[in-house]
């Protein structure tokens, strides 16, 4: 066995969500060195690398090597000296995405990634270590790549008119210059502050105006970490109207994975400055923080303004059809695709109001000509429906599922549509049967949005009808309140008030986090006026909040919400069209049952200003009284990151970020997040989550598979029983059965 000298621990993880593109980065620019040692151009290092014995000696050490747009590839020759003589050692680089060690120690630069890696020799039953930056420096003018025609979700799944051609050369120059500052130019989206996930198509950069009069002429975007830059230049996109200004752009989304991966775990600083005229503007500056891992599972939303599944006339624009269906954000694309709805003649392929279970498998819609009927979507099966019989009519909408799909506690909120007619009680999936239970009853008659934890051992509700005890009251909707269940015997127990509001401030829609020791939920700040119980529409308000189990400690997302810390003024952009306080304009959330990157991952759906893409009145999201042909509505799905170790009382929720995908003029709403279904051993994978066995690991050189047995620690993913089973504890520890990393605050 090798006696180990001296290790430096670096690590970055880059865990990748499979329904986004791949994190893995594309073509970045490249750049060459003057060859081991020189210290020339892209190439520098120091002296020394002894281990603590002074036996084995690496060199060079702690080398610096520098990716340049245009230039080679920069490699570098390690070499080994055993007692001060030259020696033949076993070479290995700790990440393969920084670049490629050939057993003779020849390091060569992949571009795609920036950072600091661990390069390890052994020889002579002896181990030394030394550290190596790599750098990327990157500069482009226009794009690299054709747009083509947008699809549903729009250019790049964000909306937007594309990336813009190379600027001329007079254009780049004043990008190039000093910028002035104009107060009145300011970004509008993304947000500073936002924690982003790996994986994640790039975002639209979107800003107010062009300052000076004029429409705009180019603009200039870069992006700076630690060990990464890019500074790329671009003309008016060409699908821009001539006389239209120039006030959004996209971040290339080669360079954006580049970016992502090379800050993964740190910050990224984002710059705008536009041309106009002969003057630069701006700049424009935001600060965010980069997840170590990627999202997983999907996202099931409905939407009704659809273009996939056409099933109602009477729209305003285009063909005057549209449709109601459930679509989901999956596979890799910029575009959602269709689950369950088709188009018709009437509203019979109609198939909205869903719910799904966590493990992926089923899901639960309602129909489009008898709200009350309700039908099981196989996931699992190619989306195969089977329609429940009209016995369960009014009893299985919106219903809370176990995580395995097998149960479902029924929804009585008498929310619009009338799909839930009865008063509560547990069924079997399967067919819709009613379970025998012992200890809801006595509690609960009618419990809205009920929610199973990921673990299935909580349920919360909103205690709408029933005796209650002496904590809670008898329920008329104002208690938010969390019972224990056995699965073993079907019993409910330990009922506890969470959250008590008025009636004019009910909470529900209530979502766990995946530690299952926290809630979000909506708090309904003002009914529409019809007086429909937690509707989205019509001029409903409501923000999210979040509580803490143990304490019963109820606070505000101010910044998911859109506010700063003490809730006392607006931290995103208002408008017109009723957007004066879009703080008040977010509904619907659900949380990934699987930590990621550091956090949980909440979506829901917001009516607030998406930039300068959507800025319509903030209700206007029926087809039939708006043309959603040639503007977007603002109803769309949006995701925030949620610190894991968040104290009572504090606010644990970052800026959010508009869920590319989605279809950019349709009204989206309850996304609902689950995990992907499981793969069984032997099949390719890259995180354990996706293992039917719990583990994905290599087997000796071959490439990573799903696997029923651990090998060494768990990884990020990986199942787990215990946190001290996790590689690297305390930074990552078992969540929900699963190895997660946790940002220590």
Not at 297 to 313: C, F, H, I, M, P
Not at 403 to 431: C, E, F, H, Q, R
Not at 572 to 594: K, Q
Request: hydrophobic letters at 35%; proline letters at 6%; one cysteine or more.
């Amino acid at each position: 066995m090798a006696r180990v000298v001296r290790v430096v621990v670096l690590l970055c993880v880059c865990a990748l969500w499979p329904l986004w593109p791949s994190c893995n980065s594309g073509d970045v620019g490249n750049s060459g060195s003057d060859g081991p040692g020189s210290g020339g151009d892209g190439l520098t290092f120091t002296d020394g690398g002894d281990s603590a014995s002074g036996r084995l000696v690496i060199t060079p050490a702690n080398a610096t090597i520098t990716v340049k747009s245009g230039q080679p590839l920069p490699t570098l020759q390690y070499k080994a000296k055993l007692d001060d003589v030259d020696v033949t050692a076993q070479w290995t680089l700790d990440r393969g995405e920084l670049g490629t060690l050939t057993t003779a120690g020849l390091l060569t630069a992949s571009g795609d990634v920036a950072g600091v890696g661990k390069v390890t020799a052994s020889a002579g039953g002896i181990e030394a270590s030394t550290q190596v930056t790599i750098k990327i420096e990157t500069t482009q003018n226009g794009a690299t790549t054709q747009n083509g025609n947008p699809g549903p979700g729009g250019f790049g799944g964000v909306g937007g008119e594309g990336l813009g051609p190379a600027a001329d050369a007079a254009v780049v120059a004043v990008l190039n210059s000093t910028p002035q500052a104009d107060a009145s130019m300011k970004m509008l989206y993304p947000y500073d502050a936002t924690v982003w996930p790996l994986g994640v198509l790039a975002p639209l950069m979107q800003w107010n105006s062009v300052p000076g009069g004029g429409n705009g002429d180019g603009v200039r975007i870069e992006l700076s970490s630690d060990h990464y830059s890019f500074v790329g230049t671009f003309g008016r996109p060409t699908a821009l109207a001539a006389n239209a200004p120039l006030v959004r752009h996209p971040i290339p989304q080669d360079v954006w994975k580049a970016a992502t991966r090379s800050a993964a775990g740190g910050k990224l600083t984002v710059k705008v400055i536009v041309a106009s005229g002969g003057t630069a503007y701006g700049p424009l500056s935001e600060t965010w923080t980069i997840a170590t891992s990627g999202l997983r599972g999907t996202v099931y939303y409905q939407s009704y303004g659809t273009k996939l599944a056409k099933n109602y006339s009477g729209a305003k624009g285009g063909d005057g059809r549209f449709g109601g269906a459930t679509l989901a954000i999956k596979g890799g694309s910029s575009d959602p695709v269709l689950v369950a709805g088709q188009s018709s003649s009437d509203h019979s392929g109609c198939r909205v109001c869903h719910s799904v279970a966590a493990d992926g498998g089923r899901m639960i819609v309602q129909h489009g000509t008898n709200y009350a009927r309700s039908s099981s979507y196989d996931l699992l099966g190619g989306y195969a429906e089977s329609v429940y019989a009209a016995s369960t009519d009014g009893k299985l909408g919106w219903i809370g599922m176990t995580p395995d799909g097998k149960l479902g506690l029924g929804n009585a909120a008498p929310i619009p549509g009338n799909a839930n007619t009865g008063d509560t009680a547990l069924y079997d999936m399967t067919n819709g049967d009613v379970v025998q239970t012992t200890g809801l009853t006595a509690f609960v008659t009618r419990a809205g949005f009920p929610m199973f934890s990921a673990d299935g051992k909580r349920v919360a509700f909103n205690l709408i009808g029933g005796p209650g005890d002496t904590a809670t009251g008898a329920g008329d909707g104002t208690q938010l309140v969390v019972m224990d269940f056995d699965r073993t015997n079907n019993a409910f127990s330990n009922p506890k008030l969470l959250y008590k509001g008025t009636a004019d401030k009910r909470p529900g829609w209530p979502a766990f986090w995946p530690t299952g020791d926290a809630l979000l939920f909506q708090r309904e700040i003002a009914a529409n006026p019809g007086g429909e119980f937690f509707a989205t529409r019509n001029g409903a308000r409501a923000e999210l909040w979040w509580v803490d189990l143990a304490s019963a400690t109820a606070q505000p997302l101010h910044a998911l919400n859109g506010r700063n810390a003490g809730g006392t003024a607006l931290t995103i952009p208002t408008g017109p069209n009723n957007h004066d306080d879009d703080a008040t304009l977010n509904y619907e959330p659900t949380v990934s049952p699987i930590a990621s990157g550091g956090y949980a991952w909440v979506v829901f759906v917001s009516r607030r200003l998406y930039g300068n893409v959507a800025t319509i009145d903030p209700w206007a999201s029926d087809p039939r009284d708006h043309d959603l042909t040639q503007t977007a509505t603002t109803k769309k799905l949006w995701i925030a990151a949620l610190d894991l170790n968040a104290k009572p009382g504090t606010d644990p929720s970052h800026p959010p970020f508009y869920l590319p995908g989605q279809e950019l003029f349709a009204g989206n709403s309850r996304g609902f997040w689950v995990a992907d279904p499981c793969k069984a051993d032997g099949e390719s994978c890259e995180g354990g989550d996706e293992c039917c066995g719990g583990f994905c690991s290599r087997v000796g050189n071959g490439p990573l598979q799903c696997g029923s047995v651990k090998i060494g620690c768990a990884k990020e993913f990986d199942k787990c029983t215990d946190s001290a089973e996790c590689c690297d504890y305390p930074k990552y520890q078992c969540v929900n059965g699963r190895c997660a990393h946790v940002v220590i605050n």
